[in-house]
């Protein structure tokens, strides 16, 4: 799960649990942005209904690859 700046681009700065900015050249956390070993994505303001939707991703291409598959 990695915060997203308000200008989209990827956040690497310390956060405050609110996703509130502690370093001078952050805009804090405007969402985030789920990313998968595929390369599925998924963005969001909610980190838990993000985690829900990379969970449930991981189950249906479990279930297209089947079991054993490359997860
Ligand atoms: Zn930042
Ligand atoms: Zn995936």
Not at 5 to 25: N, R
Not at 58 to 71: A, I, M, N, P
Request: hydrophobic letters at 35%; a negative charge.
């Amino acid at each position: 799960m990695t915060p997203r700046h308000d200008d989209d681009t990827l956040c690497g700065h310390e956060l405050t649990a609110h996703g509130k900015a502690l370093d001078a050249g952050c805009s804090g956390a405007k969402d985030y942005q789920a990313v998968c070993v595929c390369g599925w994505t998924q963005t969001g303001a909610v980190q838990a209904s993000l985690a829900y939707a990379h969970a449930r991703h991981v189950r249906y291409v479990r279930e297209l690859v089947g079991v054993g598959g490359v997860f």
